[in-house]
């Protein structure tokens, strides 16, 4: 069994499915994917991805605030803390750094009190947290270690950078996750890192409606697609396909379900 370990089910382009997100995800299950994590990035669309949550038994979800969307500001602990009480909740996230879009410091500075408080919020209720990080390696491990978080642990999701960031993440105990961008033609850095990667922290992703794996580049992503990832992934490691479905989704369980 496979496990997209990150998506967006709210955000998916559904007009191959008609506009039935049960199609989609009935199409990913036909591809053997057994398990869903659905992403939030806002708390005023949380509801919804909940909803979808509570409408599949294969699927999970989070709660946080993207670093690019401009609530990054109202991040409150208490409001996380309360709505990631819901069972079906299993990580606060996604959040992190993104200095590649907006280059003030007084954004930068959001963006770090609002990861701050995504990872305090994770350390009280014991929940991991979903990392993304672009053009801020050293903020990110900073806050990382500044705010302990390896006492709730996480993911580094959609993994892009190098190798010192990766074994720094791993040093702090978190997870790595690759997605679609592992497998595009000038991503060979890229696929240097995840060979170092150890098995036993190694998870995949569709972050789907985004990047979507070869051949789909450049179309609209899905979860059936982290088939072609988990391929990808397991030739890296020179393992079997049914070996990465197993580690991985073992990964997951040990990471989001404890
Ligand atoms: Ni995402």
């Known amino acids: 069994m496979l496990i997209d370990s990150h998506c967006h089910l709210d955000r998916l382009d559904l007009s191959a499915y008609d506009n039935d997100l049960n199609q989609a995800l009935n199409f990913a299950r036909s591809r053997g994917v057994a398990h869903m994590l659905c992403v939030g990035i806002t708390i005023d669309k949380f509801a919804d991805v909940l909803a979808i949550a509570e409408a599949n038994e294969d699927i999970s979800c989070s709660v946080g ?29 996604e959040t992190g750094l993104d200095y590649f879009y907006n280059k003030t410091s007084e954004n930068h500075t959001l963006q770090q009190q609002s990861f ?19 053009d801020a390696r050293q903020d990110t491990l900073d806050i990382l270690h500044e705010e302990k978080a390896n006492e709730c642990g996480g993911v580094l999701h959609c993994f892009t950078e ?25 991503a060979s850095e890229l696929r240097d890192v995840c060979k170092k990667v150890p098995l036993d922290r190694l998870l995949i992703e569709t972050d789907s409606p985004y990047l979507a794996p070869v051949p789909y580049r450049g179309k609209s992503n899905q979860p059936a697609y982290v088939k ?17 479905c197993d580690i991985t989704s073992q990964n997951f369980k040990n990471l989001f379900v404890g």
């Open 162 to 186: 190098n190798w010192d960031m990766a074994k720094a993440a791993l040093d702090l105990g978190f997870y790595i996750s690759f997605s679609g961008i592992v497998t595009f033609k000038n």
């Open 65 to 93: 605030i993207h670093p690019l969307y401009d609530a990054v500001a109202k991040t409150q602990v208490d409001t996380l803390i309360e709505k990631s009480q819901h069972p079906k909740v299993v990580a606060i996230g």
């Open 228 to 244: 072609e990832v988990g391929q990808f992934v397991a030739d890296l490691h020179h393992i079997s396909f049914e070996e990465i």
């Open 116 to 134: 701050r408080k995504h990872i305090q919020a994770a350390r009280q209720v014991n929940k991991p947290v979903i990392v993304h990080t672009r």
